[in-house]
């Protein structure tokens, strides 16, 4: 074995150990490359919830000013047939009856429709909360992932260290949501 071999053999034996030092660096990168999916698509779905919900309070609301409308044309309308006089009282005074019925109805389903509405935009500012959540975590993890890639260019495991603990709070802060009520 000729000098030259034997020094690229040792070489070789040199980098293949740098390389098994770092594969923990490696893996750790792999992992959150699929928790910084795992976030961003449950962040996806957070806010497409969020928009929906959105949408069906305003659907809700809509519905309410809908029969709010109705109510006051009834209220309008009874009003007008107490101070016109019509030739049949019978009629007058049934037409008033039915009237009344329509805006006691009104008025019970009024109550009932903006309590949902409100329920709704509650749900709304629910999945909102837990969207930024899940921002927050994604753009922890993607820190945290991007600081450990450092760790294979200057191979110094402190940016390693750094990368697992902003990754920590990334996975932290996408569990949090969770405990969000």
Not at 39 to 66: F, I, K, M, P, S
Not at 67 to 85: M, P, Q, Y
Not at 139 to 154: C, D, H, K, Q, R
Request: glycine share 4%.
């Amino acid at each position: 074995m000729e000098a030259n071999e034997a020094q690229e053999l040792q070489e070789h034996a040199e980098h293949g150990a740098h390389e098994s030092s770092l594969r923990p660096v490696a893996f750790t990168m792999a992992v959150l490359a699929v928790l910084v999916a795992v976030t961003t698509v449950l962040g996806h779905r957070t806010q497409t919830e969020a928009v929906l919900d959105q949408n069906r309070a305003t659907d809700q609301w809509n519905y309410y000013q809908a029969h709010k409308i109705r109510a006051n044309e009834t209220e309008l309308a009874a009003d007008l047939l107490g101070v016109v006089s019509i030739a049949g009282k019978d009629a007058a005074a049934k037409l008033a009856k039915g009237y009344a019925d329509h805006e006691k109805k009104w008025n019970d389903d009024l109550k009932e429709e903006q309590a949902q509405a409100e329920a709704t935009e509650q749900k709304v500012e629910q999945a909102e909360a837990r969207a930024d959540r899940f921002d927050l975590g994604e753009a922890l993890l993607e820190i945290g992932l991007v600081i450990t890639s450092v760790t294979l260019l200057t191979r110094s495991r402190i940016y390693w260290y750094l990368g697992l603990v902003f990754s920590v709070l990334g996975v932290a802060s996408a569990v949090s949501v969770f405990l969000l009520k």
